[in-house]
């Protein structure tokens, strides 16, 4: 596992002190070249949570993942730059206005110890599909814009719930979280369950998505989607290798590689 070769993945080439300036920036970055993504628990690619096979996939086949994949790898990359980082269980917030089980996601806290103050916390996560693209002040109740939208960090010991403003100016809950530290294999067996469950949002459709400057891109199934400014344009997409070319335009994935 190799930093640079990381950092050259997501086309990183700034500061590496460890402090709040270096962390959004890292930040921004692997969310602009790592997608988020399903592709191998629709085609029942087994995942397991070791950071080489991780690195392997994501670094060197330029791949992307689910949340224990991308928060989890890019928990190591942080801490390799000097940050001190603490894994955190989180849980969904679900169509049945109720929140999942432990483990359900796997979120960052991440202290910087370059800063001024360095005791302060900021929630980090790279691996929830459309939701903050920069770090988030765990300290703060106050909403935190974001560019169109807005987030905020509600108390309700044990949890922290992660609220998002829409484009549209509707609060509605993301997901929540506790701040007992986790290890990384205490992730397994959710992370067994979302990829063989037919329960879990993750075996229902194949999708893939990362953020862009304006928005984001993404497929779903079988439809291409490009939000900009809050604008959501879908188009259809009617053949196989029309995907794989999208795939490879959009994401630099390309399947094949894996086959």
Same mark, same amino acid.
């Given at each position: 596992?190799?930093?640079?070769?990381?950092?050259?993945? #997501?086309?990183?080439?700034?500061?590496?002190?460890?402090?709040?300036?270096?962390?959004?920036?890292?930040?921004?970055?692997?969310?602009?070249?790592?997608?988020?993504?399903?592709?191998? #628990?629709?085609?029942?690619?087994?995942?397991?949570?070791?950071?080489?096979?991780?690195?392997?996939?994501?670094?060197?086949?330029?791949?992307g993942?689910?949340?224990?994949?991308?928060?989890?790898?890019?928990?190591?990359?942080?801490?390799?730059?000097?940050?001190?980082?603490?894994?955190l =269980?989180?849980?969904? *917030? @679900?169509?049945?206005?109720?929140?999942?089980?432990?483990?359900?996601?796997?979120?960052?806290?991440?202290?910087c110890?370059?800063?001024?103050?360095?005791?302060?916390?900021?929630?980090?996560?790279?691996?929830f599909?459309?939701?903050? +693209?920069?770090?988030? @002040?765990?300290?703060?109740? +106050?909403?935190?814009?974001?560019?169109?939208?807005?987030?905020?960090?509600?108390?309700?010991?044990?949890? %922290?719930?992660?609220?998002?403003k829409?484009?549209?100016?509707?609060?509605?809950?993301?997901?929540?979280? =506790?701040?007992?530290? %986790?290890?990384?294999?205490? *992730?397994?067996?959710?992370?067994?369950?979302?990829?063989?469950?037919?329960?879990?949002?993750f075996?229902?459709?194949?999708? #893939? +998505? %990362?953020?862009?400057?304006?928005?984001?891109?993404?497929?779903?199934?079988?439809?291409?989607?490009? +939000?900009?400014?809050?604008?959501?344009?879908?188009?259809?997409?009617?053949?196989?290798?029309?995907?794989?070319?999208?795939?490879?335009?959009?994401?630099?994935?390309?399947?094949?590689?894996?086959?």
């Amino acid at each position: 596992m190799n930093v640079e070769r990381y950092l050259e993945r #997501i086309e990183y080439d700034g500061a590496r002190t460890p402090n709040a300036a270096t962390l959004r920036a890292l930040h921004l970055a692997q969310l602009y070249h790592v997608p988020f993504e399903n592709l191998d #628990i629709s085609r029942a690619r087994r995942i397991v949570l070791d950071y080489d096979a991780l690195y392997e996939k994501i670094v060197t086949r330029r791949r992307g993942g689910f949340c224990y994949e991308v928060n989890g790898l890019f928990a190591w990359l942080l801490t390799q730059l000097g940050f001190d980082v603490t894994l955190l =269980s989180g849980s969904s *917030f @679900r169509a049945d206005e109720t929140f999942g089980p432990e483990y359900d996601h796997l979120t960052l806290r991440v202290l910087c110890p370059a800063d001024a103050e360095p005791s302060t916390p900021w929630l980090a996560d790279v691996g929830f599909g459309s939701s903050f +693209t920069e770090p988030l @002040r765990l300290d703060r109740a +106050t909403p935190q814009p974001q560019g169109l939208r807005a987030y905020r960090i509600e108390t309700a010991e044990p949890f %922290r719930i992660v609220w998002q403003k829409s484009y549209a100016g509707v609060w509605k809950k993301q997901f929540r979280f =506790s701040l007992q530290p %986790r290890a990384f294999a205490e *992730f397994e067996g959710m992370c067994h369950y979302h990829q063989t469950s037919p329960q879990s949002p993750f075996t229902r459709k194949p999708f #893939i +998505t %990362r953020a862009t400057p304006r928005g984001r891109i993404s497929i779903e199934g079988a439809t291409l989607i490009i +939000t900009t400014d809050g604008a959501r344009t879908s188009i259809p997409i009617r053949q196989a290798e029309m995907c794989a070319a999208l795939l490879r335009q959009h994401f630099g994935v390309d399947l094949s590689h894996d086959e």
